[in-house]
């Protein structure tokens, strides 16, 4: 989808890699807002906090991959709807695990 064409072939390794990279990247962003977000304290490190912020950021996803499938000349001929409810439940599982995470990694730090 990321060169935009309308006639589908196999990306090459370029393509492959910049969408890997911009996809993982934004994960990192949004990996350090939560990490942030705990050490300003403007959110504690529990269950609640981690699905609310996996429902948001899951939500952001679905607009995202929503807008570029609206966009695209010729997107992939695949049920929109079950692949955007598995991004978001993705999500508020990726959120969850980041919880657990920081909170292995941080839970010295983070009680101070």
């Known amino acids: 989808m990321l060169p935009f064409k309308k006639n589908v072939t196999t990306p090459n390794f370029f393509i492959y890699t910049t969408a ?4 993982y990247s934004i994960g990192v962003i949004f990996s350090y807002l ?3 977000q705990l050490v ?3 959110i504690i490190n529990d269950v609640l906090s981690a699905l609310l912020y996996g429902a948001i950021i899951g939500s952001i996803a679905v607009i995202g991959w929503r807008l570029f ?3 695209h000349p010729n997107p992939p001929p695949i049920e929109l709807i079950p692949y955007l409810v598995t991004i978001w439940f993705g999500h ?3 959120s969850i695990t980041f919880a ?3 909170s292995v990694l941080f839970s010295s730090t983070m009680s101070r």
């Open 20 to 23: 890997t990279l911009i996809h």
């Open 34 to 36: 939560y990490l942030w």
């Open 40 to 42: 300003e304290r403007l």
């Open 69 to 71: 499938f609206f966009i």
């Open 92 to 94: 508020i599982t990726l």
């Open 100 to 102: 657990a995470i920081f």
